[in-house]
């Protein structure tokens, strides 16, 4: 029995495994969104800052309101300046999430902070593995099994996922230079054959 199950980990390891990446085609209207919520958190707070100073000073310093705003909005433009969109966007929410919950709007905190999330979910990269199974970058993952497929196939740059339920997935894909279409296509075929 010991030896079956080192067999099969043989076999698994020796399984070709191909990885395409999926085009997020609206990344720039995800950025928009980020960009407008990063706006109206700032006309927001500074609105805070200069109408509701009494209530800003009962639950927190208002400098420490200023020096947040401040802090955030040289994350912003640093990130729009450097292209960043990670370690800069996140401590920006986290910022703006912060001030939110000093301030005693702790709804609004957590609406920021959901937001946030799913702004990083959008700007993810979209890897799509096949191998003994194929695994689909949605939220959560999605595994899918090749005996729910009628047809996979990869042609100039689009991946067709067929089900069998009659379900399409149609989606641009950057293939990269490793992976040979029709050498994927024979794959594909293969796997939904056994």
Not at 14 to 33: D, F, Q, T, V
Not at 45 to 50: A, D, S, T
Not at 93 to 106: F, K, P, R
């Amino acid at each position: 029995m010991y030896s079956i199950s080192l067999l099969s980990i043989i076999e698994v390891s020796a399984m070709k495994k191909y990885e395409l990446i999926l085009i997020n085609e609206k990344e720039k209207l995800y950025n928009r969104l980020a960009t407008l919520l990063f706006i109206l958190n700032a006309v927001i707070i500074i609105y805070f800052l200069y109408s509701r100073y009494d209530k800003i000073i009962k639950n927190s310093n208002p400098y420490f309101g200023i020096i947040l705003f401040i802090l955030t909005a040289v994350g912003f433009i640093f990130k729009f300046l450097k292209k960043e969109k990670g370690p800069v966007f996140l401590f920006s929410a986290i910022v703006v999430s912060l001030y939110w919950i000093l301030i005693g709007y702790w709804w609004m905190s957590m609406t920021m902070t959901i937001l946030f999330y799913l702004y990083s979910l959008s700007k993810r990269k979209l890897n799509v593995s096949f191998s003994d199974r194929i695994i689909y970058p949605s939220v959560p993952e999605r595994i899918i099994e090749w005996d729910q497929l009628n047809n996979v196939i990869l042609k100039d740059g689009l991946l067709t996922i067929d089900f069998k339920n009659n379900k399409i997935i149609q989606q641009d894909a950057i293939v990269p230079d490793e992976i040979n279409e029709k050498e994927f296509n024979e794959f594909c075929i293969e796997q939904l054959k056994s």
